[in-house]
């Protein structure tokens, strides 16, 4: 199985703030990486696909980038709806492994 | 609007058996992938299963492989997942989601999950 690996596991941010995480695969997946955002009690939403794409109706103050192994996920101008745990997840293998998550909490 | 309700869930004790049902609704049913996606509450996610759109493909996470089987029926809007040799670590809320087309995933939509509760 493709290994995902996030970071950070917590990120410490204020409304406004622009903030970045990681996510690295084991081995190249191309672009076949999503981003999920889950809220407390809630089901995760899907942010991004195929590393870059934004899904409809997300805020366009997200963005992702990368190819091969290394990607990242960009809030640009955090907004108080914006804190909350987000997962990389691959698709590129028949085995759609997803990262440990990142904790964006409010500083 | 798209909508996916699991159903299914409850106390099992180890070594049992459950299936796991998701009814959809508000869009063609067989022109999309599944996954069934679990979560131990307050833990991360675990993909756990996919079919594609008209179930010729299914793959399982290695840590369930050989105990649960994903299938669907078009005809009924429906997905499922059949559990058995069920262990204390298969105890999480499992979602099913639906993917962006064919495959599971990237998961487009999702349910609010149905908690199985495995019991010693």
């Known amino acids: 199985e493709i290994q995902m690996t996030q970071s950070p596991s917590t990120l410490s941010a204020s409304v406004g703030d622009r903030v970045t995480v990681t996510c690295r695969a084991s081995?190249?997946?191309?672009?076949?990486l999503a981003w999920y955002q889950q809220k407390r009690g809630e089901a995760p939403k899907l942010l991004i696909y195929?590393?870059?794409t934004l899904q409809r109706e997300v805020p366009s103050r997200f963005s992702g980038s990368g190819s091969g192994t290394e990607f990242t996920l960009t809030i640009s101008g955090l907004q108080p709806d914006d804190f909350a745990i987000y997962y990389c997840?691959?698709?590129?293998?028949?085995?759609?492994?997803f990262g440990q998550g990142t904790n964006l909490e409010i500083k | 609007e798209v909508l996916l309700v699991e159903s299914g869930g409850g106390v099992i004790r180890a070594g049992g058996s459950v299936r796991l049902s998701c009814t959809a609704s508000g869009f063609t049913f067989g022109d999309y992938g599944f996954s069934w996606v679990r979560q131990v509450p307050g833990k991360g996610l675990e993909w756990v299963s996919a079919i594609s759109w008209n179930g010729g493909s299914a793959t399982y996470a290695d840590s369930i492989k050989g105990r649960f089987t994903i299938s669907r029926d078009n005809a009924k809007n429906s997905l499922y997942l059949q559990m058995n040799s069920l262990r204390g670590g298969d105890t999480a809320l499992y979602f099913c989601?639906?993917?962006?087309?064919?495959?599971?995933?990237?998961?487009?939509?999702w349910g609010q999950g149905t908690l199985v509760t495995v019991s010693s």
């Open positions: 997840q691959q698709y590129y293998s028949s085995s759609y492994t």
């Open positions: 989601a639906r993917g962006l087309m064919v495959r599971g995933a990237p998961m487009a939509h």
């Open positions: 195929e590393a870059s």
């Open positions: 081995q190249s997946i191309r672009n076949w």
